[in-house]
């Protein structure tokens, strides 16, 4: 047991982190996070999701003043500024969105306001990768002799 005491007293790192800017909180400057942030306050600065599964919710009493980037992103409140999900938009009936929304798949409730550019991004074109050299020589005819 003696071995084991320092493994004992770390504890491992959530799967998911949930934050929560609560209302009535004002926060001036940009914000990166993980996981999920969840908004009742107003933020004044770009918001900016890390990772494939964070997701950013905004309240209907949330107000966000710049850009939001993140794969998952929830808005039933005010955003002045554009905002990008690379994955999946939701906006709901009370959102309002003064600002270019870029998005991959939305789903809009009636009610919901979009004044500006409403861009859909697909995945980009892949590329097929390059025949090997003995494909290639395969190919040409050399292999026939």
Excluded: C, W
Excluded at 3 to 24: F, H, Y
Excluded at 31 to 44: A, I, M, P, T
Excluded at 49 to 69: F, H, M, Q, W
Excluded at 100 to 107: A, F, I, L, P, W
């Amino acid at each position: 047991m003696l071995g084991n005491r320092s493994k004992s007293n770390q504890v491992a790192p959530p799967a998911e982190t949930t934050s929560l800017i609560a209302g009535g909180t004002q926060i001036r400057g940009d914000v990166s996070f993980n996981g999920r942030l969840h908004v009742d306050g107003s933020v004044e600065g770009a918001l900016h999701g890390d990772g494939d599964s964070a997701v950013l919710t905004l309240s209907n009493s949330g107000r966000i003043k710049g850009e939001i980037i993140a794969p998952h992103v929830i808005i039933n409140g005010e955003v002045n500024g554009d905002v990008t999900a690379t994955q999946r938009l939701e906006l709901a009936a009370g959102a309002r969105v003064e600002g270019n929304v870029y998005y991959k798949v939305m789903e809009m409730s009636a009610g919901a306001q979009i004044n500006g550019k409403i861009v859909h991004r697909a995945e980009p074109p892949k590329q097929l990768a390059a025949p090997d050299e003995a494909d290639e020589f395969a190919l040409s005819g050399a292999a026939r002799t």
